[in-house]
C-alpha cells in the first residue's frame, strides 16, 4: 500500500498540500517530545492502517480506540502517536 500511495501521490496532493504537509513537525512518542520532520513514507504506512482499528493486529499491536476516535488502550504509545498525528494532520490538511 505504502509503494501505491507514494508512485500517486502528486495526483492526490496538490504542490501546497505537499509543501503544508511537508513543512509540519511530528512529536513522537509523545506531544512533548521533540519535534521531527514529518516523513510522506511514515504517513502513507499510517494511512494505510486506518479502518484496520477493529482488526486484532491493529488492537495488539497499536491499541483500541472508543467510539468517538479517542484511545482507549494503548499497546505501543509510539506506534499509536504516529498514526494519531499523522492521520489528523492528514484529515487536517488534504483536500476532501
Known amino acids: 500500500m505504502v509503494t501505491i500511495l507514494e508512485s500517486i501521490k502528486d495526483k492526490l496532493v496538490s504542490p501546497a498540500e505537499s ?9 513522537i512518542p509523545k506531544d512533548d517530545s521533540p519535534r521531527t520532520d514529518f516523513n510522506w513514507v511514515d504517513f502513507y504506512h499510517n494511512l494505510s492502517l486506518s479502518g484496520l482499528q477493529s482488526c486484532s493486529f491493529f488492537q495488539n499491536e497499536i ?8 484511545p482507549l488502550i494503548t499497546i505501543n504509545q509510539a506506534l499509536m502517536q504516529s498514526y494519531n498525528q499523522y492521520n489528523n494532520y492528514g484529515r487536517q490538511n488534504l483536500r476532501p
Open 19 to 27: 509543501v503544508t504537509l511537508s513543512g509540519l513537525g511530528m512529536h
Open 63 to 70: 491499541g483500541t480506540f472508543n467510539s468517538a476516535g479517542i
